[in-house]
């Protein structure tokens, strides 16, 4: 699993770090810092605190996904 945090969009709410603290954490009052490839055993927590996002910041690389679909 891989995500990515759009910092520009985000704007210091910190759900995530409340859902998925093993990997969002904030440094300072508003910094965001997270792991960009946790465990996928974390992915149940990742994928709430991607929907818990008041301005949906977080995404979660759906290429495995699309690899299951993908064309041939």
């Known amino acids: 699993m ?8 985000c704007q210091g709410y910190a759900q995530c770090v409340y859902l ?3 990997v969002f ?9 997270y ?3 946790p465990d996928d ?12 996002c008041p ?3 977080i995404v979660i690389d759906r290429l495995e996904g699309a690899e299951r679909g993908g064309a041939s």
Do not use: M
């Open 35 to 37: 792991e960009p490839n």
């Open 20 to 22: 998925a603290h093993e």
């Open 2 to 9: 891989r995500i990515v945090v759009d910092l520009n969009r």
């Open 55 to 57: 301005v949906h910041a």
């Open 41 to 52: 055993e974390r992915r149940l927590q990742v994928e709430r605190a991607a929907v818990a």
């Open 25 to 33: 954490r904030l440094s300072g009052q508003e910094a965001l810092t």
